[in-house]
């Protein structure tokens, strides 16, 4: 599995990249965000992306803020020619660019996606909540489609009931199946308590329990990334799945255990995955057993 790091930091990057782990770079509108104002609103944007890809040893994703095809298909032609002398650019075209409900440009990014890719400009579809988006950035032609694997889990823990930052906090693990298990558990009680399968079948409540713990059969944000592999596999689509909005090291174990192309992860993620506390405790015992005569080799 590849590790892109998702960041717009440089100095997060430059960190990251000289651990030897990194294969890439992911960047969003926000991500830049945050990288401004952590250097006070002072950067020279040009340079700046410049330096990022001269650092990263792979595809660095670069998003376009248009969000018509028109508009997406003009600024990724930019991005792409102004930048890719210092490295290998990707353009991140949101799968779907619409800002309401009405309907209009919800082929936009598609039709994007697939011009890009008959000019050669590789592409990676973003905001991608579920497999259907994912099977069709890749039939238009993206080079790599990116689940959000977090903001699915947010938004499922969310039906449940449960409150972001009081409930849970963005980096918290979330336990699905633990959450199957429970509605089983429910279930079972409530066809205990029924007459017949065709009550049970058409019960509120059983359908409200079925509704409010996953999306349309999606039971986790790794289950989305799951599924989208299968898909893809079933089918021998070449499009590349990144596991992105990854928030915590366990779900970066499970992603990798489903064979995802490529995680793409926070700084903080990285650093997570290497601590145990065993490991800590380990170092510490080894380092207090040095005796002299072993220590005098390396002097
Ligand atoms: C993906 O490419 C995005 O940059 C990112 O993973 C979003 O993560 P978030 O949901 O933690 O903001």
Not at 186 to 197: F, H, P
Not at 242 to 266: C, F, K
């Amino acid at each position: 599995m590849k590790i892109f790091i998702d960041t717009a930091d440089l100095d997060e990057i430059k960190e990251a990249c000289s651990w030897g782990v990194v294969d890439g770079a992911t960047t969003n509108p926000s991500l830049i965000k945050r990288a401004v104002d952590k250097r006070g609103g002072s950067v020279t944007m040009e340079s700046y992306i410049r330096e990022i890809l001269e650092t990263v040893p792979g595809p660095v994703s670069l998003e376009v803020i248009a969000t018509d095809a028109e508009g997406m298909i003009e600024q990724a032609r930019l991005l792409y020619r102004k930048f890719s002398p210092y490295g290998e650019v990707v353009v991140k075209i949101p799968v779907n660019p619409s800002l309401d409900e009405s309907g209009r440009q919800d082929f936009d990014g598609l039709k994007a996606i697939r011009t890009l890719k008959s000019e050669g400009i590789p592409t990676n579809a973003t905001l991608i909540m579920t497999p259907e988006q994912a099977l069709l950035a890749a039939k238009a032609g993206a080079s790599y489609a990116s689940p959000f694997a977090g903001r699915v889990d947010d938004y499922i823990r969310k039906r449940m009931g449960m409150r972001a930052g009081v409930d849970f906090q963005k980096g918290d693990y979330f336990d699905h199946r633990l959450v199957k298990a429970l509605v089983r558990m429910k279930l079972r009680s409530l066809i205990g308590k029924a007459d017949s399968i065709s009550e049970v079948y058409s019960s509120k409540d059983v359908r409200e329990i079925l509704s409010t713990t996953q999306d349309n059969g999606i039971y986790s944000g790794v289950d989305l990334v799951a599924k989208i592999l299968r898909i893809y596999r079933n089918y021998g689509y070449k499009t590349q799945v990144i596991a992105a909005s990854i928030r915590n090291a366990r779900q970066v174990r499970e992603v990798a255990e489903v064979g995802v192309d490529i995680a793409t992860l926070p700084f903080k993620v990285i650093k997570e995955m290497v601590r145990h506390p065993k490991t800590l405790e380990g170092m510490r015992l080894f380092t207090e057993d040095v005796v002299p005569s072993y220590k005098r080799l390396f002097e």
